[in-house]
């Protein structure tokens, strides 16, 4: 199976700041890569697909970006609606895998 | 509004069985992908199965393999997955989503707990 890594494991930032958080993937999975942010108590929602398309209604200042086995999740201006934790997830192969999360807490 | 609305858990002894159900409106759910992803407590997310819109493609995670079934019944708009001899570790809420855009439209989760 593919594992995937993210770092960091948590983070903390203030309004306004510029957060970037990175998924590894354990073999090359072309952009078959998805985020999503999940907040206590709720499903997860979608945020990117294909590792930079931005899902609609999703804000701009998400985006993200790579190929292959690395890649990044930025989100420019934090709002203090973006706390939660961030999953990627790979749909290259069977059986999908998540990453661990990355917890983001506002300052 | 599309809308992913689980039902079905519960609490259940080791061994035992229980059907989940996942009920669509407001998309046309016989031309969709479907997944289960379930989360333990204070864990992350894990899938478990997927299905094509016509039955003709089945994936399952390892963990639940042989144990657990999915299905759906497009004729009402409906996704199930079926687990059998559950375990402690299948404790979770489990997550029913649209195979769009990776999985674009989820559910609330219903949340199953196997402990004698």
């Known amino acids: 199976a593919i594992q995937m890594t993210q770092s960091p494991s948590s983070l903390s930032a203030s309004v306004g700041d510029r957060v970037t958080i990175t998924c590894r993937a354990s073999?090359?999975?072309?952009?078959?890569l998805g985020w999503f942010r999940q907040k206590p108590g709720k499903a997860p929602k979608l945020l990117i697909y294909?590792?930079?398309s931005l899902q609609t209604g999703v804000p701009s200042r998400f985006s993200g970006s790579g190929y292959g086995t690395d890649f990044t999740l930025t989100i420019s201006n934090l709002q203090p609606e973006d706390f939660g934790t961030y999953y990627c997830?790979?749909?290259?192969?069977?059986?999908?895998?998540f990453g661990p999360g990355t917890r983001v807490d506002i300052k | 509004e599309e809308q992913l609305v689980e039902s079905g858990g519960g609490l259940v002894r080791p061994g035992g069985s229980l059907r989940l159900s996942c009920e669509a409106s407001?998309?046309?759910?016989?031309?969709?992908?479907m997944n289960w992803v379930r989360q333990a407590p204070g864990k992350g997310l894990e899938w478990v199965s997927s299905?094509?819109?016509?039955?003709?493609?089945?994936h399952y995670g390892d963990s639940v393999k042989g144990r657990f079934t999915i299905s759906r019944d497009n004729a009402k708009n409906s996704l199930y997955l079926q687990m059998n001899s559950l375990r402690a570790e299948d404790t979770a809420v489990y997550y029913c989503?649209?195979?769009?855009?990776?999985?674009?439209?989820w559910g609330r989760g219903t949340t199953v707990t196997v402990s004698s």
């Open positions: 989503a649209r195979a769009v855009n990776i999985m674009d439209v």
């Open positions: 407001g998309f046309s759910f016989k031309e969709y992908g």
């Open positions: 299905i094509s819109e016509s039955n003709k493609y089945i």
């Open positions: 073999q090359d999975i072309r952009n078959d």
């Open positions: 294909a590792a930079s």
């Open positions: 997830l790979q749909d290259f192969d069977y059986p999908f895998t």
